[in-house]
């Protein structure tokens, strides 16, 4: 079993910078794939950014050059540095982490939110 604690969520200004954090519990954090994701009102939930096992990344096109996920195998975290922070970025962020192997394990976390408001 996994937990995921998101932390890092805040009021931040249109221009400005966040870091979420998600810690997970266990000792498989090293054979999970994480991910961010994000939910507007109204919408549906949608992948920001992922990042495997490997370490390789994938991110949504909306955010390309101005997020980067990033995940510290010793800590058992994953981060993800928001930068040029725009209105439409306003969500709760979700992380999410999958087993490498068996893909039918997936875990949430409980969601932290980011409003991107003057």
């Known amino acids: 079993q996994v937990q995921l604690v998101e932390s890092g969520g805040a009021l931040v200004q249109p221009g400005g910078s966040l870091r979420l954090s998600c810690a997970a519990s266990?000792?498989?954090?090293?054979?999970?794939?994480m991910g961010w994701y994000r939910q507007a009102p109204g919408n549906e939930r949608e992948l920001v950014a992922g990042?495997?096992?490997?370490?390789?990344?994938n991110y949504a096109d909306s955010v390309k050059g101005r997020f980067t996920i990033s995940r510290d195998n010793a800590k058992n975290q994953v981060n993800l540095q928001m930068n040029s922070l725009k209105p439409e970025d306003t969500a709760v962020y979700y992380c999410?982490?999958?087993?490498?192997?068996?893909?039918?394990?997936?875990?949430w976390g409980q969601g932290t939110q980011v409003t991107v408001s003057s």
């Open positions: 999410h982490a999958r087993h490498v192997l068996r893909t039918s394990l997936q875990w």
């Open positions: 266990g000792s498989i954090f090293s054979i999970l794939s």
């Open positions: 990042i495997a096992a490997s370490g390789s990344t």
